[in-house]
């Protein structure tokens, strides 16, 4: 940590650095924000309630195919729309419900897909018309009816919206659509220059896309606003892997994904939506694939969308987005950088299912809560997250329960349904009810399974689904307020509304079980009053007993919820408080929280010098447990702004340093402490910023690891170890060959030198695996040097019809591990039913997955239930790594790809050659995973500096091609040989690459050069 410093550090020479804020103006700062007790009822309006029959088909003819209407299939329209919703308002009320989320009601292209695969868009995710209700659920004036009716009844209505794609009406001219990443398919400007969208900016048109726009004429108008329609506001790359660079580019699950690091699909978007709230009076969005935009993106929309809303008057308006991860690491920074003010908090949808359905350790929600301060910023907090159980994507929390409790009783799932209601009912944050929940539903999975109809269903597989808490099936109307599930939900909304503490007053820690089912317990604390609620939750099947201390001295403890015991606290504020079995309770103190005597002080910590990135600033109060402290951070001479409020510990918050901040630059820090009697105290730090990292050029040179491949007559590599200067390693892997060994290499080793040892004997002298040739050798026992090259004939080919895995686990632990794969695999697999390993062998488990005809890359995790290898996906690129390939278990890179290429760099020499006009001879391997192109220089200067090219110049893209018969008879030498033609976007530019420097390269899927080679002839013709 840098060193605590009295004041800011002094400014450069000839410029006046602003001062600290005072620490009246930081303790003026609120310590809450207003958006803390919504209570959200989430809908499709297509499955809640059928109003009016007349638009069921959206005012479409034809088969289902055509109107998207049939009730007897769950991908298809089953007739719920806006009038349904409005008039069963009263029911949605009855939950306490103050606010509803409805699902997308923007107009959708009614069906995509064919075959098997064809779905209508009841969910509302295909959107052509921004503009207008889609005619399934009603019109403009429906949904303004709507709104006015449930703002009658005190309930707001929040939309769910789309920035990330629009319908799914872009083709593309090449007829693939396999994902082609930045590096190989780089954007090209109206120059043919290849450039950067997210950092440089430039002029481009459709012919500087990856793929070939194509839109048929009968939906080239088909989107509103106009400006949809134009391609090139789309990335056009192809379908997303959800992994990597592709999340953020690719099109998910095919639709158009929009370009949205250009600034007029920036505005374009905000303009559409601040639409509708001027003119509906919404009262604010969910936001669809957070994580699948580019956080400029949102700092820009959110940031344009809360000033526009609070220009109409909405100070209240509230912007949460779908991030779909376990990781508040990951969740938080859409907050804190991209100003969202909440996420779903899927990081505790996973606790309380550990929780309360799994029977998992308490301490999986204290350790969720530990992370809160990530999501503090100067407008918002975790108070602010929207919590929820299940959703219509991952399925509901009643198909959890039967999954993860086969052999429970209905009544055993009700109880455990109604404890993960009361997890989120009275922990921080804004609770949601998914519609059907509170009648029991349940499902057999997630997407289509989890969409079941309020209304009396048709669908067969809804029929066989059970409920929970009822005997009645979905052959009736699930309205019932009677239902156990409703009333728990009503019970905790009473609860919480006369008792506001419980939903936002300050959550602090007491107690939480680590080893097994047991008690998590906290204080809600209302700031204003001083008065200390007591929540404890048990999630063991036996009642629990455990003493804890509270914040409260000598009290009584009245109990309000879950149990008619009253408890007192001593002098040391300890109590012993017993909770039912898959129960919570809630008691109330009857006197303040104890108050501190000592005037208020605080220690501030600044991150350490060379800070980049987001970093933590951390305080160390003295100063009770209603201490609050406001953070204020100083970048350089610019203006200080308030970080945010910290009203618990840890004390802490996040800063994220911009991009390209100078190394050295001064970070200045205050915090001001304010006590429950609003007595303050400061301090000051500082630290400085540090180099800022530098994207590395891709190189296919870059080794993750050195590879020793070992050959024993008697097959006996027992002992035999690598030894390198950085220690030894085990000959763990097998292959055709024999054994190997590996050792992770720092980022810059160019060589490793190594023996193979046993006992203290080494199998031959020193050698040395070069990694700017080669990352792995090949040895045999008793023979000098070494092969840097596949020996012939030792691997068999592959089969192309499958992906193998093979997985080490430095722990050895493979009990449970298991493989869940989606893109290019042959049938994707469920999260509760991984790929099991086909065999275990030395290296470790080894996993075989069918892939789908045509695959390019497979998509992965290796995971065993909820716990993860990595904490992010995993994609093979099968042109780069080839089909098996070795991993090791939490470690991002394979250790033996089994594609082994030596570039081939040398500008010395022309391999390739011009045949006519538009055709080149090149022998090169184009696969699905590479790319070809020309690049040229007129005035030269391109060479070639560690393993890259020092100037992209423009590009001319090659395709592969054959020879016609008329070019095969002009050049009969070109028989068999590869042949690329210039891509026809391109061939207006032929002319001006020539007279200059003009280069043949090939890149993989990061760019890195494969070859690069001069280029002889001239075109003819």
């Known amino acids: 940590m840098a060193t605590a410093v009295t004041g800011p550090a002094p400014a450069t020479a000839g410029h006046r650095t602003p001062p600290p804020p005072s620490d009246r103006t930081l303790a003026a700062q609120p310590a809450r924000h207003d958006l803390t007790r919504e209570q959200f009822y989430f809908v499709l309006p297509d499955r809640f309630a059928n109003g009016d029959p007349s638009n069921d088909r ?13 009730p007897t299939d769950k991908g298809f329209y089953q007739g719920g729309d806006l009038k349904g919703l409005t008039q069963r308002l009263d029911y949605i009320k009855g939950l306490g419900t103050t606010a509803i989320w409805m699902a997308p009601i923007f107009r959708n292209k009614p069906v995509q897909g064919v075959g098997k695969d064809a779905s209508a868009g009841y969910h509302g995710y295909w959107i052509t018309d921004f503009t207008r209700v889609d005619p399934h659920f009603g019109t403009n004036d429906d949904l303004r009816k709507l709104i006015d009716a449930a703002h009658a009844k005190g309930m707001k209505v929040f939309f769910d919206v789309i920035t990330n794609h629009t319908a799914d009406v872009i083709r593309s001219g090449e007829n693939r659509y396999a994902y082609r990443g930045k590096g190989a398919y780089p954007y090209l400007d109206t120059t043919g220059r290849p450039f950067d969208d997210s950092r440089v900016p430039a002029a481009v048109d459709a012919d500087g896309l990856p793929y070939t726009p194509l839109v048929t004429d009968t939906e080239r108008d088909a989107k509103k606003p106009a400006w949809l329609n134009d391609p090139t506001m789309y990335h056009n790359r192809g379908d997303s892997t959800f992994v990597g660079e592709s999340g953020l580019y690719g099109d998910h699950t095919g639709l158009d994904d929009l370009w949205t690091e250009r600034p007029e699909v920036v505005r374009g978007l905000a303009e559409i939506y601040q639409t509708w ?58 907050v804190t950088e991209g100003r969202l003010d909440a996420t779903l908090d899927f990081p505790l949808q996973q606790a309380v299912r550990d929780v309360a359905s799994l029977g998992r350790p308490a301490s999986a929600l204290a350790d969720v809560f530990a992370e809160d301060y990530r999501y503090t910023t100067d407008k918002a907090n975790a108070y602010e997250q929207v919590t929820f159980l299940g959703n219509h994507d991952m399925g509901r929390f009643g198909a959890f329960l039967k999954q993860d409790n086969p052999n429970a009783s209905d009544a055993e799932l009700v109880r455990r349904a109604t404890l993960a209601n009361e997890l989120m009912f009275l922990s921080r944050g804004n609770p949601v009810i998914y519609a059907g929940d509170e009648q029991g539903f349940t499902g057999a999975g997630g997407d289509k399974d989890a969409r079941q109809t309020l209304f009396a269903s048709r669908v067969p597989d809804y029929l066989d689904d059970d409920r929970l808490g009822t005997d009645r099936t ?34 602090i820690q007491r107690h939480t079980d680590a080893t097994g089912a047991g008690v998590h317990a906290a204080s809600r604390v209302d700031p204003e009053r001083r008065t200390e609620y007591l929540v404890a939750v048990n999630n063991a099947t036996t009642e629990k007993t455990v003493t804890l201390t509270t914040g409260t001295s000598r009290a009584r403890f009245a109990p309000l919820y879950g149990t008619s015991r009253t408890v007192r606290s001593g002098s040391d504020r300890r109590i012993t408080l017993t909770v039912p079995a898959l129960s919570s309770v809630v008691l109330k103190a009857d006197r303040p929280l104890d108050t501190p005597h000592t005037a208020p002080a605080v220690r501030l910590a600044a991150p350490a010098a060379g800070a980049t990135g987001t970093v933590e600033i951390g305080a160390d109060p003295t100063a009770g447990e209603l201490s609050r402290v406001v953070f204020a951070a100083q970048v350089g001479n610019g203006p200080w702004r308030t970080l ?16 390209g901040l100078p190394e050295g630059t001064a970070l200045r820090y205050k915090a001001v402490v304010v006590d429950a009697r609003g007595r303050t105290a400061s301090a000051t730090a500082a630290t400085t910023s540090g180099k800022p990292s530098v994207p590395a050029r891709p190189s296919a040179f870059e080794r993750g690891y050195a590879v020793v491949h070992y050959r024993r007559e008697d097959a006996d590599y027992d002992g035999w170890t690598l030894a390198t200067p950085g220690g030894r390693s085990a000959f763990t892997g097998r292959d055709a060959y024999g054994a190997f060994a590996w050792v992770k290499v720092e980022p810059g080793t160019t060589a490793v030198t190594y023996t193979v040892e046993k006992d203290g004997t080494s199998d031959g002298a020193a050698r040395t695996v070069e990694l700017n040739r080669t990352g792995e050798v090949w040895i045999e026992q008793g023979a000098a040097g070494q092969a840097e090259t596949v020996p012939a004939g030792v691997y068999p080919p592959q089969d192309e019809r499958k992906a193998i895995i093979h997985y080490h686990r430095p722990d050895g632990d493979y009990t449970g591990w298991g493989l869940h794969a989606w893109t290019g695999a042959a049938q994707p697999t469920d999260w509760s039913k ?13 996993y ?50 089994s594609i082994r290429t030596t570039p081939d760099l040398d500008l010395s020499r022309s391999e390739a050659r011009w045949l006519d006009a538009t055709t080149l001879v090149w022998d090169v391997k184009p696969t699905d995973s590479t790319s070809q192109q020309l690049v040229y220089a007129p005035g030269g200067g391109i060479a070639i500096e560690d393993g890259a090219l020092t100037d992209e110049g423009r590009w001319l893209r090659l395709l592969p091609t054959t020879l016609t018969e008329e070019q095969r008879a002009a050049h009969p030498e070109a028989t068999g040989r590869q042949v690329f033609t210039v891509d026809p976007r391109d061939r207006d530019r032929i002319a001006g690459a020539l007279g200059g420097q003009l280069l043949a390269t090939r890149r993989n899927t990061s760019g890195a050069l494969l070859s690069a080679t001069g280029v002889t002839g001239t075109p003819a013709g």
Not at 496 to 506: C, Q, S, Y
Not at 646 to 656: G, I, R
Not at 834 to 846: E, F, K, W
């Open 644 to 659: 945010g409020t910290a009203d618990h510990a840890p004390y802490k918050v996040t800063q994220h340093l911009p991009a």
């Open 277 to 334: 709230v001027r003119d509906f009076g919404i009262d604010g969005f969910r936001v669809d694939t957070v994580k699948n935009v580019d956080m400029a993106f949102w700092t820009q929309w959110a940031t344009a969308l809360d000033a526009y809303a609070k220009r109409q008057g909405r100070e209240d308006f509230l912007i949460f987005g779908e991030v779909l991860s376990s990781d508040p690491a990951v969740t938080a920074p859409y």
């Open 834 to 846: 991984p790929i099991a390993p086909v065999r275990t062998d030395a290296y470790g488990a080894v």
């Open 848 to 897: 075989e997955v069918p892939l789908s005809e045509g695959a390019t890359t497979l998509s992965y995790i290796v995971h065993r239930g909820d716990e993860k290898d990595l904490p992010a996906d995993r994609s093979l690129d099968f042109g780069t790594h080839g089909k098996e390939v070795w991993l090791v278990g939490g470690a991002t890179d394979y250790v033996l790809p």
């Open 58 to 70: 959206g005012g479409l003819t034809g088969t289902r195919l055509e109107t998207g209407f049939d």
């Open 474 to 507: 979905h052959a009736d109307d699930a309205y019932d307020t009677g239902h156990p599930l409703y009333r728990a939900v009503s019970r905790l909304s009473r609860l919480t509304k006369e008792h506001p503490a419980l939903r936002d007053g300050v959550q």
